[in-house]
């Protein structure tokens, strides 16, 4: 796309910065007024576990003020968004696209500045916006490529060899081991997010830090061997299930299970392997399920309180159904753009036209394409039924919801409870 505008890279590069500073500065004073007064907020703030609790103690409910507060009070025609925060989703999700953006700007023009200037968005967004809304994919897949890019110019940059220097020290540091102990604890609740696109993304940026070593079959000691846990989920998650990849999609899923029954996974993650293997259940391929119970068996077996910690985690925000509610997209978002999508389908479908008297002749493409311009152009210019009163266009609503519904998948919620129980009933004498 940066190939097409005729802008110099380094001055785009500096507006996006601008841009960046000020929507990560605008979350987070958005965030705390939302927070203000608000109980359920500042309990789940308090730590991402919260997001699982049934209430503010132990077997209470939250009241009809959470349904408010992740907006369940609004009629379904007229909601987009729901979950924790869902107000501003739309400008979490715009922050990932531009630090995309950003991150791909400084590729085109690799410095030290560049990489200065990727360093302070990092800073900035994990400091101010993650904490609280770490469960967006698109503000994770942002991360992820400003990592990316930052390690791009690490390698790629000329000059002064000081400089370069610092800028690898730097990184080293934002990328350490350190780094990733004082994340784990919040982004592992995305690995066990119903979201596939979000699980994979959290997956892709924490391979991304300084990986720990594995634990030695040995008590006590440590391998030299660096920890592949989570490049197995990646490969888990990124092959798509069927007959003809199942194999090769459950091997690495085998591999987890044995690292984690043989006790071999360090400490930071611990839950990796039970969070991903239980999202399994969430994959619409039933022979997934079956190795998945399978491979928690061998968890079961050796370390059943881990196994029994995580399966609860998952159990229990079904005694209350807003604990299933991931914000994103509503599924009556999903179905509007379904049916926006196939009216423009439609709408482009050859059309046969009248012959014209005489000599005249018209060209049906032509006319085609004037058919959807006219219609596209009074989407965006006028929104819904020609209004003109500031709404939001049915055009860009579009291209906004689209853009979030990349990588969505239908999930069937009463089946992966369903397959709990099952894994329950086979190994929960173990578990328990």
């Not at 592949?228 to 090769?248: H, M, R, W």
Request: glycine share 6%.
């Amino acid at each position: 796309m940066l190939a097409h505008i005729s802008i110099d890279s380094a001055t785009l590069l500096d507006g996006l910065c601008l841009f960046v500073e000020q929507l990560v500065l605008s979350i987070s004073d958005i965030t705390a007024q939302l927070a203000e007064g608000n109980a359920y907020l500042q309990h789940v703030s308090l730590s991402p576990a919260g997001c699982t609790a049934m209430g503010p103690n132990d077997g209470e409910s939250w009241g009809d003020g959470a349904s408010e507060t992740l907006g369940l009070h609004v009629a379904k025609a007229d909601r987009l968004y729901w979950g924790r925060y869902y107000q501003l989703h739309p400008l979490v999700s715009l922050l990932g696209r531009a630090l995309k953006l950003q991150a791909a700007a400084a590729k085109q023009a690799p410095s030290t500045q560049a990489a200065e200037q990727l360093m302070g968005a990092w800073r900035q967004t994990l400091d101010k916006v993650l904490p609280t809304h770490y469960s967006n994919a698109s503000l994770i897949e942002g991360l992820h490529c400003n990592a990316e890019a930052l390690r791009a110019i690490a390698i790629a940059s000329h000059g002064d060899a000081d400089a370069i220097a610092a800028i690898k020290q730097k990184l080293a540091a934002l990328l350490s081991l350190g780094q990733l102990e004082s994340l784990m604890p919040v982004l592992e609740h995305n690995l066990m997010s119903f979201q596939h696109g979000l699980r994979l993304q959290t997956l892709r940026l924490l391979g991304l830090f300084e990986q720990p070593r594995m634990k030695s079959s040995k008590q006590g000691s440590e391998s030299t061997e660096a920890c592949d846990i989570i490049q197995l989920g990646v490969d888990l998650e990124t092959i798509p299930a069927g007959v003809d990849t199942y194999k090769e999609k459950t091997n690495p899923l085998r591999r987890m299970a044995v690292y984690a029954s043989n006790g071999r996974v360090p400490k930071v993650f611990g839950k990796v392997f039970p969070f991903l293997a239980i999202m399994q259940f969430s994959v619409n391929f039933s022979l997934v399920w079956t190795e998945s119970t399978k491979q928690l068996a061998l968890l079961a077996n050796a370390n059943p309180s881990l196994l029994w910690s995580a399966v609860w985690q998952t159990l229990r925000r079904y005694n209350d159904e807003r604990l299933l509610v991931e914000t994103g997209l509503t599924p009556e978002a999903k179905s509007w753009l379904s049916r926006r999508q196939a009216e423009r389908a439609t709408q482009c479908e050859l059309v046969a036209q009248p012959k014209l008297e005489g000599f005249a002749m018209e060209c049906s493409s032509l006319a085609r394409f004037d058919r959807v311009f006219d219609n596209e152009l009074s989407q965006f210019v006028a929104g819904d039924h020609g209004r003109s009163d500031g709404a939001l266009s049915t055009g860009l609503q579009c291209l906004m919801i689209a853009a979030d519904a990349q990588g969505a998948e239908r999930v069937d919620y009463n089946n992966v409870y369903k397959q709990l129980l099952k894994m329950l009933a086979e190994d929960g004498a173990r578990a328990a």
